[in-house]
């Protein structure tokens, strides 16, 4: 059973930083394409990064293009979302996913998801 698990969101100024983490368990982790997806109160989880396996390039949505880079430790099975210049419609619950081939962006490309992590910008 994979399981991803989210950490580093919390409350922040606009402008400021967030760094957020996910860790997957399992040995193949280096294998999948790792995305992250927010969804904001009464909209539609939408995608913001994505990272394919092995240098095979990063993703990422045009709003964040910018202020959000994306990056990945194999060796930790973990990725992060370097987040800065944030804004308060950057507010949203942050979710971390692992895919296999397909579309990037697409939330169909991904098979396991993880339980969220909260980002608040306060202006």
């Known amino acids: 059973q994979v399981q991803l698990v989210e950490s580093g969101g919390g409350l922040v100024q606009a402008g400021g930083s967030l760094r957020l983490s996910c860790v997957a368990s399992?040995?193949?982790?280096?294998?999948?394409?790792m995305g992250w997806f927010r969804q904001a109160p009464g909209k539609e989880r939408e995608f913001v990064a994505a990272i394919r396996w092995s240098g095979g390039g990063t993703f990422l949505a045009d709003s964040v293009k910018g202020r959000f880079t994306i990056s990945r430790d194999d060796a930790k099975n973990t990725v992060y979302l370097q987040m800065n210049s944030l804004k308060p419609e950057d507010t949203a619950v942050y979710y971390c996913?692992?895919?296999?081939?397909?579309?990037?962006?697409?939330?169909?490309?991904?098979?396991?998801w993880g339980q969220g992590t909260q980002v608040t910008v306060s202006s």
């Open positions: 399992g040995r193949t982790f280096s294998r999948y394409t």
């Open positions: 996913a692992r895919g296999e081939y397909g579309i990037a962006s697409s939330k169909a490309t991904y098979d396991y």
